[in-house]
């Protein structure tokens, strides 16, 4: 999608063009990408957030924030949305970066958006939390979301299982898991791990 590299067979399109007929800006524009190891910039947590729309008012980084299920820690800080995070982001947790990284990314309202691990350093509590804004945030949209945590991905239309570079399995969680098969064995691990 962001064009690190060119498909060997088939076509990409955007709002149905070719994505190698747009410029690199114009796909970057149309995409909101949260990351498994997230960037702040130094400056205030309000200032990385609206990064992401340079032009939002404050009740929209404030809904952005909620709906990543930042704000509920940020209004606990001694300075809320005005408190510093440091160089890279330094003075907050992994999990925090990666809520502002998700508030920031929501707050683009991106064409596509894609997430890769983007909730692996949050509590289940959190992950939750964020799930449930998750299905208004991506209503209409075209998302990708790679995960390992399988609770992240049950609602998705269509689960690629992917092994070695390949896809083994696809469909539904319903119709994965009656399957039988690699997801299946993965899902019922990973739920009596955490039951």
Partial sequence: MCRFYEPKRGVIRIGGRDYTELSLHAIQSRL???????HLFSGTIRENIRYGRPDATEEEIVAAAKLAG???????????????VGEGGVLL???????ISLARAILARPEIFIMDEATSSVDT????????????????????????????IKRADRILVI?????????????????????????????????
């Avoid at 909101?32 to 997230?38: A, I």
């Avoid at 947790?93 to 809520?99: R, T």
């Fill in 32 to 38: 909101g990408v949260v990351l498994q190891s997230p």
């Fill in 70 to 84: 930042a704000h509920d820690f940020i209004v606990t800080l001694e300075h809320g949305y005005d408190e510093e």
């Fill in 93 to 99: 947790s992994v999990g925090q970066k990666q809520l």
């Fill in 125 to 152: 509590l959190t992950e939750s939390l964020i799930q449930r804004g998750m299905e208004e945030l991506l209503r209409g949209r075209t998302s990708f979301i790679i995960a390992h945590r399988l609770s992240t």
């Fill in 163 to 195: 092994e070695g570079g390949r896809i083994v399995e696809m469909g539904t969680h319903e119709e994965l898991l009656r399957a039988g098969g690699r997801y299946y064995r993965l899902y019922t691990r990973q739920f009596r791990r955490s039951g």
